[in-house]
């Protein structure tokens, strides 16, 4: 079952590529970019009696279909529903980075896309990675690894030094206000110790040699709650290794994934994270606003719309109280247009997530929505205030 998971983990990334790079010759060519709809919320300035919240709320662009419409729907919503977006690329073009080239035309296209459903106004959260255990190449348009750098590890002088200019690029292409420079990187640990070691000693390069241009860039990696829950211990202690060059922790959490209820998981996570005094930011998470079963494997999916409601709730309560950077869903629509697409054709563990909207296929709203834009229509204040609470660890209500 673990490694069903996280073959789905894997797949759900190769979709969400797959999902964004289709609909950027709609782009180029139609001058959707310029399309309106909804302002960015202007937070304003709260007063002490009303409600506030203390943390962003944003969304990827992952659109539920291939279509100018299903592109036009999520500019609109992440314009009338969020005041932060998540650009996530995983892969990394090698070998124009070590020859000092122009990105492959794919990758430039993607990222264009991606960096034109920025919401005014709206803050970015970038997010990338070398990999989960070997060098990850670009989905699209990836040019093979050259000889210099095939079967290198992450600690390679080489390897170090082009995935380095590439987070300069990307600084520099996206200007994020903050940057992971890995993707739920605990998973690598799975692929063994020397390539955990190998990861580590990469991560600590590029952190302090991005701080010294970037010292008020909050940089950091990710990891996944579901599979930390599961496995504490040595991934835990692992991952300390990490803290002393990661400022914020980065969590990645599905709770249908994990079977727990997500209030032991979110406890758990307070008492073995708030040592580190660091703030929390929940960088991508969802869950299941429907019951679904796979047809082949039969792995149920236990989702329901009042669960889904209840653990929103649930982590927004917590983000107010520990005073989180930010909260981002991955996914904002059902993709079941999408999925009867290309099902012929695709492993059915791209179904995983499809249920994970706060809107249902059709577009209408499931009770997590009117969940979110209750803490979304509060303003904006981030104050100065401690971003844990050392007194207590947190317990749900």
């Given at each position: 079952?673990?490694?069903?998971?996280?073959?789905?983990?894997?797949?759900?990334?190769?979709?969400?590529?797959?999902?964004?790079?289709?609909?950027?010759?709609?782009?180029?060519?139609?001058?959707?970019?310029?399309?309106?709809?909804?302002?960015?919320?202007?937070?304003?300035?709260?007063?002490?009696?009303?409600?506030?919240?203390?943390?962003?709320?944003?969304?990827?662009?992952?659109?539920?279909?291939?279509?100018?419409?299903?592109?036009?729907?999520?500019?609109?919503?992440?314009?009338?529903?969020?005041?932060?977006?998540?650009?996530?690329?995983?892969?990394?073009?090698?070998?124009?980075?070590?020859?000092?080239?122009?990105?492959?035309?794919?990758?430039?296209?993607?990222?264009?896309?991606?960096?034109?459903?920025?919401?005014?106004?709206?803050?970015?959260?970038?997010?990338?990675?070398?990999?989960?255990?070997?060098?990850?190449?670009?989905?699209?348009?990836?040019?093979?690894?050259?000889?210099?750098?095939?079967?290198?590890?992450?600690?390679?002088?080489?390897?170090?030094?082009?995935?380095?200019?590439?987070?300069?690029?990307?600084?520099e292409f996206f200007t994020p206000d903050y940057l992971a420079i890995g993707i739920e990187v605990n998973e690598i640990l799975s692929a063994g110790a020397d390539r955990w070691r190998a990861y580590v000693e990469l991560h600590h390069y590029v952190?302090?040699?991005?701080?010294?241009?970037?010292?008020?860039?909050?940089?950091?990696?990710?990891?996944?709650?579901?599979n930390m829950f599961k496995n504490p211990g040595h991934m835990l202690d692992a991952w300390a290794e990490l803290m002393p060059d990661n400022d914020l922790v980065a969590v990645s959490y599905y709770p249908f994934l994990l079977g727990e209820p997500?209030?032991?998981?979110?406890?758990?996570?307070?008492?073995?994270?708030?040592?580190?005094?660091?703030?929390?930011?929940?960088?991508?998470?969802?869950?299941?606003?429907?019951?679904?079963?796979?047809?082949?494997?039969?792995?149920?999916?236990?989702?329901?719309?009042?669960?889904?409601?209840?653990?929103?709730?649930?982590?927004?309560?917590?983000?107010?109280?520990?005073?989180?950077?930010?909260?981002?869903?991955?996914?904002?629509?059902?993709?079941?247009?999408?999925?009867?697409?290309?099902?012929?054709?695709?492993?059915?563990?791209?179904?995983?997530?499809?249920?994970?909207?706060?809107?249902?296929?059709?577009?209408?709203?499931?009770?997590?929505?009117?969940?979110?834009?209750?803490?979304?229509?509060?303003?904006?204040?981030?104050?100065?205030?401690?971003?844990?609470?050392?007194?207590?660890?947190?317990?749900?209500?």
């Open positions: 079952m673990m490694t069903i998971w996280k073959d789905i983990r894997v797949s759900c990334r190769l979709l969400a590529c797959q999902a964004g790079l289709a609909v950027v010759a709609f782009m180029l060519f139609s001058g959707i970019a310029a399309c309106s709809g909804p302002p960015a919320r202007n937070p304003g300035v709260a007063s002490v009696a009303e409600p506030s919240r203390p943390f962003r709320m944003g969304f990827t662009a992952f659109p539920h279909d291939f279509s100018l419409e299903a592109l036009a729907e999520t500019r609109q919503f992440m314009r009338a529903n969020a005041d932060l977006i998540a650009h996530h690329i995983e892969g990394v073009p090698w070998t124009e980075l070590l020859r000092e080239a122009p990105f492959p035309k794919e990758v430039l296209s993607e990222h264009e896309s991606k960096r034109s459903m920025k919401p005014p106004g709206a803050k970015v959260y970038l997010a990338i990675s070398p990999g989960r255990g070997d060098l990850k190449l670009p989905d699209k348009g990836g040019t093979p690894l050259p000889p210099e750098l095939t079967g290198k590890p992450y600690d390679d002088p080489l390897v170090k030094k082009a995935y380095l200019t590439y987070c300069r690029r990307s600084i952190y302090r040699e991005l701080k010294k241009d970037h010292p008020r860039l909050p940089i950091f990696a990710s990891f996944t709650l579901h997500p209030a032991k998981a979110l406890q758990w996570l307070t008492e073995k994270f708030d040592r580190f005094s660091k703030p929390y930011a929940f960088v991508e998470t969802n869950e299941a606003g429907d019951r679904l079963v796979l047809p082949t494997s039969k792995i149920v999916i236990d989702g329901s719309p009042e669960k889904q409601a209840a653990c929103l709730r649930m982590l927004l309560t917590l983000a107010e109280q520990r005073r989180f950077e930010f909260v981002v869903l991955f996914i904002h629509r059902d993709y079941d247009a999408l999925w009867d697409k290309i099902k012929a054709t695709a492993p059915e563990l791209f179904m995983a997530w499809r249920d994970c909207g706060l809107l249902d296929e059709q577009g209408n709203a499931r009770p997590a929505y009117a969940v979110w834009r209750e803490y979304f229509e509060r303003p904006l204040r981030r104050g100065t205030g401690p971003q844990t609470r050392k007194d207590r660890v947190w317990e749900p209500e």
